[in-house]
């Protein structure tokens, strides 16, 4: 399998340089040159077994795939459920990984795609909130690794702040005077710079890394096939949606040949894409905080890899709609599923759960992208009782915080890390 560019596509690149660039020479992003009708699979193989058959196509030609097998084994070291309900959709639960979100998978996956000894590596990374911290704990203590981590300041959770400034060691925080779009800014001026290209040997480890997109697509193909296997359909799904990373692994697994029935991106107040799907044309937006801030993204950059699978919008239209939902339909939903079934559900899967009542159609699979107690703060209040902190959270909420405050420029970034 060869990489290419969603911009020039003249060119293509082996899969490890696609990881080690992050971003195409030309600024666009890197996809897969083809998709390919999958065989038979088996749903109740284990997710680092069904994993590795997987992606081994995509890991053709490339010195990475005979040690897949084991990377997959070392990534998906946690349970992802597919947990039905009594009469509603069944929920799709990615947050049982170390840092309590889905962004665990892709993080782990791609912590796994380099080689340590060979050299010294940077891996850049900008988060809305949740990326931080599941970067951060996988590539924690890695020999030859050092993590740089922008993330907008004030407008992420305590817990999520946490999770990215408390690790210590290989692990350096930076808190941006600035949103989300500014920090994604401020990394994509960092791979290009010309100075720090002879330097350093950044990675990214954002979801414009293939690396990270490419695991995505695993769950949704095995729990497509488990929900066919029990209820004799294929499943649709609703996806909270920010940087439309997980929203286009779906797409991806779709075109695999899974079965899999329409996406729903579940966007919050930002509504770039809904916008996009109604009109046909692209206009970012200034990004609007939201009660679901992992979401909080007004030019995702992962539209380019949806424009380029769908360079039609009737057909993208076909495949895919998007749903705004404001922060009282967030709040409303939160409280109401607490009282009716006593579950409770973070603000970015409370998203889906609203936009399941808007969209038309039936058989959905709501993604469940965090574990609430990481928006303790939004969420308790709502239900009027504390919830249960996972383990690996505890035990990071007791260690000190540590960070640098930067002005939102790439000079300013760069200056600290010249001294
Ligand atoms: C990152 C994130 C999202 C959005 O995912 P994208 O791939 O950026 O669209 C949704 N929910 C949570 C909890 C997240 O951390």
Request: proline share 5%; net charge positive.
């Amino acid at each position: 399998m060869r990489y290419l560019s969603t911009r020039d596509q003249t060119k293509t690149f082996s899969l490890s340089e696609a990881l080690e660039k992050g971003l195409a020479p030309d600024g666009g992003l890197f996809i897969p040159e083809h998709f390919f009708p999958v065989s038979e699979f088996d749903s109740q193989l284990g997710y680092a077994e069904f994993g590795a058959k997987l992606l081994c196509p995509f890991f053709e030609g490339d010195e990475l795939q005979k040690k897949l097998s084991n990377m997959c084994k070392l990534a998906f070291n946690f349970p992802i459920k597919l947990r039905f309900r009594k009469d509603q959709s069944p929920v799709l639960e990615l947050f049982h990984g170390p840092t309590a979100a889905f962004k665990d998978v892709g993080a782990r996956f791609l912590a796994q795609c380099f080689d340590p000894s060979d050299r010294k590596r940077s891996v850049l990374v900008a988060t809305s909130g949740d990326t931080g911290g599941a970067v951060a704990s996988a590539f924690l203590s890695k020999k030859n690794i050092e993590v740089l981590i922008l993330y907008p300041k004030g407008k992420i959770s305590l817990r999520q702040e946490k999770q990215i400034t408390a690790w210590g060691e290989n692990i350096k925080a930076f808190s941006v005077n600035g949103n989300f779009d500014d920090c994604q800014k401020i990394v994509k001026d960092a791979l290009a710079d010309p100075e720090w290209k002879k330097e350093k040997t950044f990675i990214s480890a954002n979801s414009i890394s293939i690396g990270r997109l490419l695991p995505q697509m695993i769950y949704y193909a095995k729990s497509s096939l488990e929900y066919l296997s029990q209820l004799k359909c294929a499943p649709g799904y609703i996806i909270p949606t920010g940087n439309l990373g997980n929203a286009v692994a779906a797409l991806y697994a779709k075109r695999l040949g899974f079965p899999i029935g329409k996406i729903v991106l579940a966007t919050n107040a930002n509504h770039s894409i809904v916008d996009f799907l109604k009109t046909g044309v692209w206009t970012p937006n200034k990004t609007i905080s939201t009660l679901a801030n992992a979401m909080d993204v007004g030019n995702p950059s992962n539209i380019e890899r949806l424009r380029s699978l769908y360079p039609n919008i009737v057909d993208l239209r076909t495949d895919v709609s998007a749903i705004s939902v404001s922060d009282t339909e967030i709040s409303e939903m939160i409280r109401n599923q607490y009282k009716s079934s006593t579950e409770t559900f973070c603000p970015h899967t409370a998203t889906a759960l609203v936009a399941e009542k808007k969209a038309a159609g039936k058989n959905w699979i709501i993604v469940a992208t965090a574990h609430p107690a990481k928006f303790e703060s939004i969420v308790e209040p709502l239900i009027g009782r504390s919830i249960e902190v996972p383990e690996t959270l505890k035990a990071l909420l007791n260690r000190p915080s540590v960070f640098e405050e930067i002005e939102a420029y790439f000079s300013d970034f760069k200056s600290r890390l010249s001294l």
